[in-house]
């Protein structure tokens, strides 16, 4: 064909003005539509190129695209970066002083800008909907779009209001933009924001460079180390706990062991937080130690690992924080390390969470998908995306059962023995005593109760502290015993353990893997 490019196609921008050769997934279609004037819908997984969904069909529409984002570091960083491939961009947050602020406003009225950033609380005021009015629009794109969802942890009363778009700028195509929705929140924002003609593009929620690997917590701190030394040296990776505490301490302790590793938690002065996120997007090899504070709108395609210290408290959150690796395609992994102790301080903080009973309800039928995913013997991954309603035609062959089926166990007798031993005490004490008995140990707390007197007293010799844990881990994540959070972490039988201990079913549990086999060069202490 000798038809010269058109300046203004979706393919002649991806290329000329961003520099890649070809779309992704359904991009392109996503792109068309809104180039066409229609709304969308768009669920794509982090990493999976959402900004390009709206930058191009902003710069191939007349007029300018409003983007509307919570994050303000994310807006600076996009701005930047369209800024860098010749793109007129900008933000108006509450970060710019009155003057800047108004150039901007100016630069809109005459046209001259092609994408304006904004905050939901900014677009909102009279003030920007009025200067709006009289700017051309070319889209609007509400990006992170489930903060309009009520029941999400993201909630923010602003995105209520959005909807007010719809009706003031009807002519005006809208995108809603998220990579965390599941059938329900999808519906919140169709209904929400007004986007009941929009078409839907739900993308597989598939991230085949992602190995996903969970492994019980037996010495988090040899397991870490040997992970990092054996496979990430050099690399740049997110680890993450749940406390601030933790983050420090294992920041600095991973500096002592010469990792290019900094703490980011929101506890820290926001000058410490933005230069060490700075430093992990422009230098090379820094670890991240965080808690859930650190990643949203992080766009560095090169992480290499994202491990886990501490159980996530749903799957949705282990997807999106597990997410952050990988982003450039490459292979990465996915580390967790979990143990009895998450289990019982996510079930705590579950029962004394703000909110109703449903909402507690909610909290702890997540936080037990999320157990059940680390418990299981098949496929972690066709598990995963079984969990976002999408069905994987085989196993993947790139996750840790796959890769080492888990071999298991006749726990059928233990279990007893550990089921008796609670029974016996009253079911009013937590693991570490029951464990106690079942060992033998002598305790400050066994003589008090005379607990040594028990006929359970000593049964449990044979398995180490660490496999009763393990064992009532796995017992608990199946339902045979709870842990009451009102009563000390109690720990307590439930109906289904009739048939285990009458001897009519057989229990098969997880083998715990032994201490790491792999050399490592880690250093005493
Ligand atoms: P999301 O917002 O969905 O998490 P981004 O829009 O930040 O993802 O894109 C993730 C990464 O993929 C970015 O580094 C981006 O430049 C890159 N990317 C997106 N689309 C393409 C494409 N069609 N070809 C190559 N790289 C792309
Ligand atoms: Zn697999």
Redesign the pocket.
Known sequence: MTETPDAQSPHYI?EHT?G?????GD?QDIIESLVRGEDALVL??????????YQIPALARPGCGIVISPLIALMQD?VE?LRAAGVSAAFLNSSLDFRSAQEIEQQLLGGELKLLYLAPERLLQPRTLELLAQAEVALFAI?EAHCVSQWGHDFRADYLQLSCLHQRFPQVPRVA?T?TADQRTRQEIAQRLDLSDARHFISSFDRPNIQYRIAPKNNPKRQLLQFLNTEQQGHAGVIYCLSRNKVESTAEWLQQQGFNALPYHAGLPSEVRAEHQRRFLREEGVVMVATIAFGM?I?K?DVRFVAHLDLPKSVEAYYQET?RAG??GDPATALLLYGLEDVVKLSQMAATSEGNEEHKRQERQRLDAMLGLCEITSCRRRALLRYFNETLEADCGNCDTCLEPPATWDASDAARKLMSSIYRTGQRFGAAHVIDVLRGADTEKIRQFNHNQLSTYGIGSDLSANEWRAVTRQLVVRGYLQVNAEAFNALQLTEQCRPVLRGEETLQLRTLPKAPARATRESAG
């Open positions: 991806l961003f890649y050769t070809g779309f992704r991009q794509m997984p982090t990493g999976g190129g959402k900004s390009l969904c996009q970066a990006d933009l990579a709108g766009d395609p997410g982003r450039d």
